[in-house]
């Protein structure tokens, strides 16, 4: 099965600086790769994804970088805000039976941005 | 559009008492998921529905059953309540085992004393 490693589990970066997230897999036939943000007390919400065939993508403030040689992707934010603060996880998918796709979650990572 | 709605929102249980957990989407999706959250370990699943008629195992199935309903509604189900099964419980969905984003419940938050 799928493992799926995040670092780090807690980060806190000044308002306005950057933040990285990073999580390695372990199943190299994995080929999707979403990041979801949960904010205190809400659903996981999905904020960025990207497919095996690209190795970058980004939308707004929010970026996503894929090496699948080394088996790792990251979760970059550029000019960080306070709404921003909130648990982020990485996951990568199982494929099971008959073509089923479920996903393993990371642990998770708490930002905290410091106004 | 409701999107995935989940019942109830807090409940507690006393140690071997039972009950279900329900969950709905009104988005025509195909998949339906249960996870549970606990601090430190992200979200793991429970049993997860590809299709309407069937349920599969996921990684953390001991001490649940499910039920997919039919197409709309999917139902997990503690036949015996443990203090280890008090959890932040979401119901997630997606169109179907091909495609990927999951919409994800307000989850059930269960203490079980």
């Known amino acids: 099965g799928e493992n799926v490693e995040q670092h780090p589990s807690t980060l806190s970066v000044q308002e306005g600086d950057s933040a990285v997230i990073k999580c390695t897999y372990s199943?190299?036939?994995?080929?999707?790769f979403p990041w979801y943000k949960q904010e205190l007390g809400k659903r996981p919400q999905l904020i960025i994804d990207?497919?095996?065939?690209?190795g970058e993508k980004k939308d707004q403030r929010i970026a996503v970088t894929l090496n699948k040689t080394a088996k790792h992707f990251s979760l970059h934010i550029t000019e960080t805000q306070p709404e921003d603060s909130a648990v982020y996880f990485c996951?990568?998918?199982?494929?099971?039976?008959?073509?089923?796709?479920?996903?393993?979650f990371g642990t998770g990572t708490r930002l905290t941005i410091i106004p | 559009n409701a999107g995935v709605t989940q019942t109830p929102k807090f409940q507690v249980l006393k140690t071997g008492q039972s009950m279900t957990l329900q969950c709905a989407q009104d988005?025509?999706?195909?998949?339906m998921y249960w996870y549970r959250q606990d601090p430190g370990m992200g979200l793991r699943l429970i049993y997860y529905?590809?299709?309407?008629?069937?349920?599969d195992k996921g990684e953390v199935p001991n001490g649940y059953n499910v039920s997919r309903l039919n197409k709309r509604e999917f139902s997990l189900r503690l036949e015996s309540a443990a203090p280890s099964q008090t959890s932040v419980y979401f119901c997630?969905?997606?169109?179907?085992?091909?495609?990927?984003?999951?919409?994800f419940g307000p989850g059930t938050r269960l203490t079980v004393t």
């Open positions: 199943d190299s036939a994995s080929n999707y």
């Open positions: 988005m025509n999706h195909n998949s």
């Open positions: 990207i497919r095996s065939n690209v």
């Open positions: 996951a990568a998918p199982i494929i099971s039976n008959f073509g089923n796709e479920k996903l393993t």
């Open positions: 529905s590809a299709s309407e008629g069937t349920t």
């Open positions: 997630a969905s997606k169109l179907g085992p091909w495609s990927h984003e999951q919409y």
